[in-house]
């Protein structure tokens, strides 16, 4: 399946099958190859939260609208958004930071101008952190969906929730932005998919001032 079909194929579709499970290794190939989404200096401040179980699923849903794709979908996941993830001592930098030496895009005297960079660019303020936690897990959630599209997955992001209630109910850290919940699954038998919902065109998206 080419991109232009994976693109105009996928949908939030909000009926899925409850008897056919997404096993561990399809699970496992779509966020795989979503984790190849580019990121701000490669930090990629982004994880995932797994839930298959009925009574978590049970417990996201109170929180969640009362969504009922919630617990029909055989996955939900959380998705988090790290704001700490351009923080020297935090693992993905530190992991990351080894990498780009090894790789030799970059040397040793350049840690310091690596660190200061991030900061100057992520930790100036509060806002400019969210920002870029939010910003970089956004193109990692869009990737999660066309990846399952491309797989035979269905999908459908949420950001209907309390946001601070599921952080509570999940033992979620502070420095975790939960910007979407995302059900994975098949689309339930019989469902009619509806026609894709208009876009902006070029002519429309492209402004000047």
Do not use: C
Not at 62 to 91: R, Y
Not at 166 to 181: A, G, M, Q, S, T
Not at 198 to 204: C, G, I, V
């Amino acid at each position: 399946m080419d991109f232009k079909t994976v693109a105009a194929k996928r949908r939030a579709v909000n009926f899925f099958d409850e008897q056919k499970e997404v096993s561990d290794t399809l699970l496992r190939e779509m966020v795989e190859i979503a984790a190849k989404t580019p990121s701000s200096f490669n930090l990629q401040p982004w994880n995932l939260m797994v839930l298959k179980d009925a009574d978590a699923k049970g417990r996201l849903r109170k929180l969640a609208w009362d969504q009922p794709k919630v617990t029909e979908a055989p996955v939900v996941l959380i998705v988090l958004a790290d704001k700490s993830g351009w923080k020297e001592g935090h693992a993905t930098v530190e992991k990351n930071w080894k990498e780009m030496i090894a790789a030799g895009s970059m040397t040793a005297e350049q840690r310091e101008w690596f660190l200061n960079a991030a900061k100057s660019l992520y930790g100036w303020s509060d806002d400019a952190s969210l920002a870029f936690a939010a910003k970089n897990t956004g193109f990692f959630a869009m990737s999660l969906m066309y990846a399952a599209t491309s797989l035979g997955l269905s999908t459908h992001p949420m950001d209907g929730f309390d946001h601070e209630g599921v952080r509570k109910e999940f033992n979620i850290p502070d420095n975790y932005w939960v910007p979407l919940l995302l059900a994975v699954g098949y689309l339930k038998p019989g469902v009619e998919v509806n026609p894709p919902k208009w876009r902006k065109s070029y002519d429309e998206l492209v402004v000047s001032f």
